[in-house]
């Protein structure tokens, strides 16, 4: 049976460590780290939303291989599907 809390949009402050979503420009990624909110608003922009958040990009390819690799990735302002979310009871 699939768990209720899959497959559907959500926010950045709801990620848990685990979980696989895809975002803007289908880039699939595994969380690493759960998101911390900023301390102080950003140079450019002014905002005080979510740190980046250190993730997995999982490379999805039918003709090479492709290494994953760890990267940090802005969730603020855009689309996050959850894909697969782990159970860390």
């Given at each position: 049976?699939?768990?209720?809390?899959?497959?559907?949009?959500?926010?950045?402050?709801?990620?848990?460590?685990?979980?696989?979503?895809?975002?803007?420009?289908?880039?699939?990624?595994?969380?690493?780290?759960?998101?911390?909110?900023?301390t102080?608003?950003?140079?450019?922009?002014?905002?005080?939303?979510?740190?980046?958040?250190?993730?997995?990009d999982?490379?999805?390819?039918?003709?090479?291989?492709?290494?994953?690799?760890?990267?940090?990735?802005?969730?603020?302002?855009?689309?996050?599907?959850?894909?697969?979310?782990?159970?860390?009871n």
């Amino acid at each position: 049976m699939m768990n209720m809390e899959q497959n559907k949009l959500i926010k950045v402050e709801y990620l848990q460590v685990g979980d696989e979503v895809i975002v803007t420009g289908l880039r699939y990624l595994k969380i690493l780290r759960t998101p911390t909110l900023r301390t102080t608003p950003t140079r450019i922009y002014g905002c005080t939303g979510y740190k980046s958040v250190k993730c997995l990009d999982i490379q999805l390819s039918k003709f090479e291989e492709c290494e994953d690799r760890e990267v940090y990735y802005d969730f603020n302002y855009c689309d996050i599907w959850l894909v697969k979310r782990e159970n860390n009871n």
